[in-house]
């Protein structure tokens, strides 16, 4: 029996990584939620905007409603941002063009994060 006969009777061709690969999203938001309440974003982020909902532990997960999705993550990203120390760091509105506001996230990360950690955070954001 060669290599696929047997791939193809276990039913794991399509899973080079094991099975566990497809609960890695998951998992990975649910991080990001527990990160987010480590830096109370409760009363931080949550009071910034009324519009603004709890993160839900699978919120990024599922693509539902991807508009809302971009803009909470934005907003997100943007209000990290501030509590790092840039306070003038202007908040993403939500009809902003998607690519101008990126390319502000992504140039500040680059010219304000080390490079390792920017190559990390630029690497997760396009799994988005």
Same mark, same amino acid.
């Given at each position: ?24 999203? @998951? ?5 990001? %939620? ?21 993160? !839900?532990?699978?919120?990024? %997960? ?6 809302? !999705?971009?803009?909470?993550? +934005?907003?997100? &990203? ?14 993403? !509105? ?5 690519? &101008? +506001?990126? &390319? ?6 680059? &010219?304000? %994060?080390?490079? +390792?950690?920017? @190559? ?9």
């Amino acid at each position: 029996m060669d290599d696929n006969e047997e791939k193809e009777e276990h039913g794991h061709e399509d899973l080079p990584e094991g099975p566990g690969k497809l609960y890695e999203p @998951y998992i990975k938001n649910e991080d990001i %939620v527990d990160k987010l309440k480590l830096l109370n974003y409760e009363d931080g982020f949550l009071k910034m905007n009324p519009a603004f909902k709890p993160v !839900q532990r699978h919120y990024f %997960v599922y693509s539902k409603n991807v508009g809302e !999705q971009f803009f909470m993550f +934005t907003s997100l &990203a943007a209000w990290l941002i501030r509590k790092g120390g840039n306070e003038s760091y202007e908040m993403p !509105q939500e009809f902003d063009d998607p690519n &101008a +506001t990126i &390319a502000a996230i992504m140039g500040h990360l680059r &010219a304000n %994060v080390s490079g +390792t950690f920017s @190559y990390f955070f630029a690497r997760e954001l396009s799994s988005f």
